[in-house]
């Protein structure tokens, strides 16, 4: 394994330290890990987390327009709720805190901890999850779909809507509504390799991609020969573009009762004449050129189907370390969501507007 | 009996255990998750190990609530959260204790058990470290009379099959769950490190 | 080779299309191959080039406030002098055309013979070259230092110029000053697969890497065993630190005699004191996280040198592919260039202010 | 006397020889340069093989002028100004010609040499192509009074003798010289590429 590193078990910590030494527009928190803007606003604090290795996500995009905190947690592996409850205190400026979590059972087993936490101390909060990929086909024998590239989409417009002095109930339906209006598929080439566990996670022949890939090397839903750019993203855009009617239960935090309550939350279809923004995003190793080569393919395919994509972004937002790869997401946008999306960002990650 | 000493041996050699481990639950989680299991495990104990000293003196519920509040904080990922909920019930039922008969390693586990369910949600069969919680409750429960290592050498056996039964299990909850079918045929690292927690303390009575 | 791409012969063509798809606010055109703003302004133009391979540079940095133009050649070759005079006709405006050059043969060769052509238009025309490379010694030996990632910056202040109205000399001044006060050193973990050659151009062991490469995944000036973060960081950036008073002849344009004048230009040393504008770039496969971990160390370096950085820019701007590896990039910044850093840019690849 | 037809004759050759060749010249060019040599020639010459059909009847100074031009602006990177100057001076210095003798070889080369040096500014040595068109530039000059076969076997036999000296050189042109110590040991690319090229051309004169 070859890294520019010095010691598997100090990247994280000096990654930080290195965020704080290029942004002093960020306040960076070493114990525990995690990052808010220098300058607080006094607004819902929008806050995210999640394991390292995906950056930009979260800790890129903290700054105006965008999250007021973001927790990363040990490589590919879900923050504690002490680090969640800290940062929360810190950034919350008593107009309350929203959560945005992946649907990831260890991100959620967390973060409902740290809402308990949150709530205990009387500070109105709320945690929505985002579960937008389709290669996870069914909720009832799985843990539910993952969250992926939706997330960076969500972060900007709910971050946005918190900027603009949404409540904390508006912003967190604002966030259901992306949510449920969004869906990922991603694939890789190659694996990466986590510091601390020194090889590949996996391995895929020369001739071999995995499709329907997460965000933390591991490996996808299938595997397939290695195909053209062209077919993968006709897989890929296809499959996003035809999944119907996916349903789930998740628990959201009643405010009233002080307690989990569960909702049944059904995602809207995409349909001819639908507006969309759209995602190209690399795993971290696939190069800009590739990730136009995909958009080209996308962009004819969303035509064909009377798709107008409205917004699009492409480049390396939510990454697998040096995993190559790309996903494509796509959002079911209205007047709300573009407005939001329109609306300046400030952040290392993203910059916008 | 197993004296308040005993349990800070057991926490001791279980850091030890997840030390030496480490590769072997993170290729577990290579197969079937996403390579960190024996990462979080060993980070976790680690810290609970540097934690033994202040807790020297303490009754054993103090030892095992502060075990999974330390767990709590520093593992992540999935089994942080169980796994610190696991202690934290533990330690909740046995608060003030400061010797464990086989009756108190059977509350013991079934709090751990149930801590697990509470936040897992997990079944028989989802191949989860819930699985081989489970089966160790019965057959605790069963052997109440064995004196405490009979009895752990009966829950340690009971722990072991029930760890490799998981391996033809299709996973049905956490990440290894996404891979449906591909999840058979591997046996769930949760499950491998709950079974090396209960050996690691059948080995420290055994020891003394 | 795996690759996200259809034909080794169409990554170019199919790059662009996705560009032209992805970002209206631009005019691609594909025979020959330029970029454009959609909407041109009244002022410079300036225009860059060079081999493809390197996105986000050159194209991406074309919209207001950086580029004018761009011309993509081939994988890592010189454009040609067509598609430089095709893409200069379209973006002057009366008030003249800049170059701004990376300093390779090819791309030197095939810029004067543009030059050349649009001066025969009786267009106002100059081209600026840009050297930075200290892995590259001497001149006298050599085809020179090369251009690397001070390309960047001097492309966004250049830019800035420009987009403020200032003049065609004032501009070309500027990019000379950028050029005599800034350095760059660069690495590589691994090397990259031009798609057209199917196989990587050289081969790295476990243990090895590679110190003073450029950007075209040719080999570096040294082979080394592999290293911790610091201990490369410390490398690059003492090299950097220490180059004192490159020395080289290079060629302008005369306007006034039609013809070629020569120049001896000698780099400005870095003393303490030094305000700088620093880049840490990524040559593609590298992720962001590890190039924080070097920000670090280069922090702490100037820091202990009492060289302050006062702007960072920390990703990938200009890469190699899919390299694994990253370039330093030290730009000793006065109050004018200070002032046109800190001004607006917004193109696809580089959004600030 | 060599006639317009076997001069398309050549440049057909030429790029059949390029195609064959261009995983020769890339690996040549991956060793001491960027890997694209043998990419860029196939490009520029399946360019000017396109070209051919609208330049048959044409003279001679046309179709080499044209071939310059189309090698100026499809080849790119330091090999296509090189060449494309190369073959729009020697277009220019036989301008109207219809068919070439032994001397309008030499003036071909002599031509095409002294356009190197007026776009590259190398100096023998400096481990390019320019090494190899310089000595068969003095070997042509000296042998005027040979038929053209004969003629071209001398100047290939020389222009192979060059190529292969550029392997001990050191380079200072070209991407080739960033390598410095490094660049010993291979061949040039444009070097072998140029040797090609006269090759070419002395098989389509020898196969009619
Ligand atoms: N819902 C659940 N209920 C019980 N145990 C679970 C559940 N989800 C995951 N686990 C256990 O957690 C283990 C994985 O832990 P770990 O790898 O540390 O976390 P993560 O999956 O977040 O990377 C699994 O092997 C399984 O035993
Ligand atoms: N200054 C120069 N003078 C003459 N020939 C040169 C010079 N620089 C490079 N060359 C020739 O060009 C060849 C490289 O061509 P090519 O690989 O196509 O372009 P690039 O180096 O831009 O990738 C070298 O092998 C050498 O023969
Ligand atoms: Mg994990
Ligand atoms: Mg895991
Ligand atoms: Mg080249
Ligand atoms: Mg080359």
Redesign the pocket.
């Known amino acids: 394994m070859k890294k520019i590193i010095n010691d598997v078990d100090r990247v994280i910590v000096e990654t930080l330290e290195g965020m704080a030494a290029a942004h002093p527009e960020l306040k960076v928190n070493i114990d525990p890990h995690y990052i808010v803007r220098a300058h607080k606003g006094n607004k819902v604090a929008v806050i995210s987390g999640g394991g390292s290795g995906h950056e930009p996500l979260h800790g890129g995009f903290v700054g105006t327009g965008m999250l007021d905190g973001a927790c990363p947690g040990e490589m ?3 923050p504690t709720p002490d680090q969640m409850y800290e940062c929360a205190k810190v950034a919350e400026s008593g107009k309350g805190v929203l959560f945005l979590v992946k649907n ?4 959620v ?1 967390n973060f409902e901890t740290a809402v308990e936490l949150v709530a205990g101390e009387n500070i109105a909060v709320q945690a929505i999850l985002v579960d937008d990929d389709v290669a996870v086909k069914d909720s009832l024998y799985t ?1 539910g779909r993952r969250g992926v590239g939706l997330t960076v989409l969500m972060e900007k417009i709910v971050g946005a809507a918190a900027e603009a002095g949404c409540d904390l109930d508006t912003c967190a339906s604002l966030a259901r509504k992306v949510n449920l209006n969004g869906r990922s598929l991603g694939m890789a080439l190659t694996s990466c390799t986590v510091p601390a566990a020194g090889k590949p996670t996996f391995q895929l022949a020369d001739d071999e991609m995995e499709i329907g890939i997460g965000i ?1 090397g591991e490996p996808g839903i299938k595997r397939m020969p290695f195909k053209r750019a062209d077919e993968i993203t006709e897989i890929l855009t296809t499959t996003i573009l035809d999944d119907k009617g996916y349903s789930r239960t998740l628990r959201e935090w009643d405010r009233g009762a002080g307690d989990w309550v569960e909702k049944t939350l059904v995602d809207k279809d995409f349909n001819e004449g639908d507006e969309m923004i759209v995602l190209v995003n690399s795993m971290g190793g696939t190069p800009l050129s590739e990730l136009y080569v995909v958009y080209r393919k996308l962009a004819e395919i969303c035509k064909g189907r009377k798709i107008k994509i409205v917004r699009s972004l492409v480049g390396p937002y939510i990454t697998s370390l040096e995993m190559q790869g790309f996903s494509i997401t796509l959002l079911k946008a209205d007047a709300e969501i573009l407005q939001y999306w329109d609306a300046p960002v400030r952040t290392p990650g993203l910059q916008l507007g | 009996m197993i004296t308040e000493e005993q349990v800070l041996a057991w926490l001791e050699l279980s850091a030890t255990v997840m030390a030496e481990n480490k590769e072997f639950l993170t290729d ?2 290579a197969a ?3 390579a ?2 024996g990462i ?2 060993n980070r976790g104990f680690s810290k609970v190990k540097d934690k033994l000293p202040e807790l020297a003196g303490k009754d054993i519920g103090t030892i095992l609530k502060t075990t999974g509040m330390t767990l709590m904080s520093s ?6 959260p ?1 796994y610190g909920t696991v202690f934290m019930k533990a330690g909740q039922a046995l608060a003030g204790k400061t010797e464990l008969g086989s009756d108190d390693l059977c509350t013991l586990f079934q709090s751990g058990r149930d801590g ?2 509470q ?4 079944v028989a069969g ?5 699985d081989v919680w489970a089966p160790v409750v019965e057959v605790a429960d069963a052997n109440r009379g064995l004196e405490p290592l009979a009895f752990l050498e009966m829950c340690v056996a009971t722990a072991e099959e029930a760890r490799d039964a998981t391996a033809p299990m299709q996973a049905r ?4 769950s996404y891979l449906g079918e591909r999840s058979i045929g591997h046996i ?7 079974t090396l927690l209960l050996a690691a303390l059948r080995d420290t009575i055994k020891g003394g």
């Open positions: 590919f592996t879900s990831y059972t260890g991100d087993m843990a933390h | 577990l989680d079937i998750g996403d960190d299991h979080n495990m593992v992540g990922g999935a089994s942080g169980l697990i369910v936040r897992g949600k997990a989802d191949k989860t470290m819930f909850k956490g990440r290894a769930d690292p949760g499950a491998a490190s709950s």
